[in-house]
């Protein structure tokens, strides 16, 4: 199925602005959402909308850090999905971190996913793989 979305990975300068977008929201909302996302992302597939946070991860955190950021995805009741992209290896030290989370969590690399989009074979935090739009299904 074709898809008209295009992705770039983010400069610092565009994600700041994104992420400056979410805070903002969070900030003036009455449902806000547990943690200001690089973005929150709308597709079509098929004849309906699928939504998920993409969050794009530059350098990897502390384990208390990333302890933080598992609370907050599994307190979150607005997004279903979070993708997560790296621009290399550092997906695997993701998955470590994430594996017990409730949370559906996706992971990627990010050059990976410029050039597959919704078609991108993802892990899951359980490990098992999959084609991402499958999962938004």
């Not at 004849?47 to 530059?58: H, N």
Request: proline share 2%.
């Amino acid at each position: 199925m074709p898809c008209s979305w295009h992705w770039r990975a983010p400069t610092s300068s565009q994600a700041k602005q994104t992420e400056l977008e979410i805070a903002s929201f969070n900030t003036i909302s009455r449902a806000p959402y547990q943690k200001d996302y690089d973005a929150i992302v709308d597709v079509w597939i098929g004849e309906r909308t699928a939504r998920f946070a993409l969050e794009y991860e530059r350098t990897l955190k502390s384990f208390k850090q990333y302890e933080h950021i598992r609370a907050a995805l599994e307190a979150e009741e607005q997004i279903g999905f979070v993708l997560y992209l790296t621009s290399g290896m550092e997906v695997l030290d993701l998955l470590r971190e994430f594996r017990a989370s409730r949370k559906r969590l996706a992971f990627a690399g990010a050059t990976t996913f410029e050039r597959h989009l919704l078609d991108t074979t993802v892990t899951g935090s359980d490990g098992i793989t999959a084609r991402f739009r499958d999962l938004l299904q």
